[in-house]
């Protein structure tokens, strides 16, 4: 699937869930703790944590690894969103319904960092080709 495509899809998203656009504690704290692990078995817990208050679809932490991602400061901190979504194996197709609300009113920089994220799904594609 391209990019174009995904956009579209994301365009095209109906009845989204309600999306909490702003950073919640809790959940930052439970994305450092991913990133910030010492040892395999402490990152699979970490990871653990996060799965337990994603969301059926992800539509929890989608958002807030979205957040953490747009004020990172450090690599690892701008890996997390591609480290915890490979983990967790988030579907595609999660991602663009969970970061559809951030569109709405979104200015440039908004769309720019939307666009981003978004871009990731071609260059996923054609590696696998």
Not at 78 to 102: S, Y
């Amino acid at each position: 699937m391209t990019l174009t495509t995904f956009v579209a899809l994301f365009l095209s998203v109906g009845g989204a869930q309600e999306t909490e656009t702003r950073f919640v504690l809790s959940m930052e704290q439970e994305i450092r703790n991913v990133i910030d692990a010492q040892s395999e078995r402490e990152w699979q817990s970490a990871l653990d944590a996060l799965q337990e208050n994603a969301g059926d679809q992800h539509e929890r932490l989608v958002p807030q690894l979205f957040l953490f991602l747009r004020q990172a400061t450090t690599t690892r901190e701008a890996m997390a969103f591609g480290i915890i979504r490979q983990g967790l194996e988030i579907p595609d197709d999660h991602v663009i319904r969970a970061l559809e609300p951030f569109r709405e009113g979104a200015d440039d920089a908004m769309l720019a960092a939307l666009a981003g994220v978004l871009s990731e799904f071609e260059e996923e594609e054609e590696a696998s080709e």
